[in-house]
């Protein structure tokens, strides 16, 4: 993976800080079908949403050491309800239905993206979204809708490029720039990128560390 010259150093205290986070144990707390059983915490959350088949439950696999903690699967669309994940009893983990592509109908596919649009734009708890984008592909229609939804509601998010590992060197370079310059207006955007591989457990120290930030835990 490119260093990219744009993306902050952390120190090794800030870094280790991160690791701690995620050091103690993730758990499944629930699947949450309807907005009626969203559980009732303080807990500061944080969000991963992304196309279908993004990489999404690898990446979150990945993050917490935990290899079968979200269910991986070569089919999109399988996460059907935002399945929460407690990290250490300090915050909550959301893993969101993917958009784009599933394998229901048309009833179904429209309930999931109520239940996310509602959730993403009033839980009080979240403090910051992650969008994970294929880093093959880049920023695709249904990425912007959502930073569209989220620039209006002021919830700030962040973009994660997923499957860097997939590609090499200038290309590399090239989609991570092109796709700092696109978000870089934007009002909920924060500013910078995260270039990941889950298979390769490349930028997940980043990751950690960025969701250390954005939680204050």
Avoid at 88 to 113: C, F, Q, S, T
Wanted: one cysteine or more; glycine letters at 6%; hydrophobic letters at 35%.
């Amino acid at each position: 993976m490119c260093d990219f010259a744009t993306t902050p150093e952390f120190s090794p205290d800030h870094l280790e800080c991160g690791r701690l986070l995620f050091a103690r144990g993730t758990t499944f707390v629930k699947g949450v079908p309807a907005l009626q059983f969203l559980p009732h915490t303080e807990r500061p959350e944080v969000a991963f949403a992304g196309r279908s088949n993004v990489g999404k439950s690898s990446l979150i696999n990945a993050l917490t050491n935990c290899h079968r903690l979200a269910r991986t699967s070569n089919t999109p669309g399988r996460t059907r309800e935002l399945n929460f994940f407690n990290v250490d009893n300090r915050i909550h983990l959301v893993d969101m239905p993917g958009y784009g592509y599933a394998r229901a109908g048309k009833a179904h596919i429209e309930r999931w993206n109520r239940l996310i649009k509602t959730y993403l734009q009033g839980r009080v708890p979240l403090r910051r979204v992650y969008i994970l984008v294929d880093c093959r592909h880049g920023l695709k229609h249904g990425d912007m809708a959502l930073m569209e939804m989220l620039d209006e509601s002021a919830v700030t998010y962040q973009i994660v490029l997923t499957k860097m590992d997939k590609v090499k060197g200038v290309q590399a370079q090239k989609m991570y720039t092109t796709t700092r310059d696109k978000i870089r207006n934007r009002p909920a955007s924060y500013p910078f990128v995260v270039a990941t591989s889950a298979t390769k457990k490349q930028g997940i120290d980043i990751l950690r560390t960025y969701v250390y930030d954005a939680t204050g835990c």
